[in-house]
């Protein structure tokens, strides 16, 4: 069993930031791929950032030179540093994570979602 954790979430005004967290535990034997995805009011989830094992990053471009992605494997942890926060930033935020389990199964997780508010 894996589960992803999230925290950090909350309401800051437009140009404040927040910093994610999400935590992955249990039966892990190696993640490939984390990273953050977001969803709006009647919109459809999209990548906001995602880092590999080796620490490629790849950015959507509405966050890039805003959002910083990193990663800590010794923890398999994944963080989402947001600068700048625009009111269209808002959205519930969800972790991501491709891995093999300790059984080898390759799947994908997602964690249950922090909600970010941007107020104007």
């Known amino acids: 069993q894996v589960q992803l954790v999230e925290s950090g979430g909350g309401l800051v005004q437009a140009g404040g930031s927040l910093r994610l967290s999400c935590a992955a535990s249990?039966?892990?034997?190696?993640?490939?791929?984390m990273g953050w995805y977001r969803q709006a009011p009647g919109k459809q989830r999209q990548l906001v950032a995602a880092v590999t094992s080796d620490g490629t990053r790849n950015y959507a471009d509405y966050v890039k030179g805003r959002f910083t992605i990193s990663r800590d494997n010794a923890k398999n942890t994944v963080y989402l540093q947001m600068n700048s926060l625009k009111p269209e930033d808002t959205a519930v935020y969800y972790c991501?994570?491709?891995?093999?389990?300790?059984?080898?199964?390759?799947?994908?997780?997602w964690g249950q979602g922090t909600q970010v508010t941007v107020s104007s």
């Open positions: 991501n994570a491709d891995l093999y389990s300790d059984h080898y199964d390759y799947a994908e997780y």
């Open positions: 249990g039966s892990i034997f190696s993640i490939n791929v």
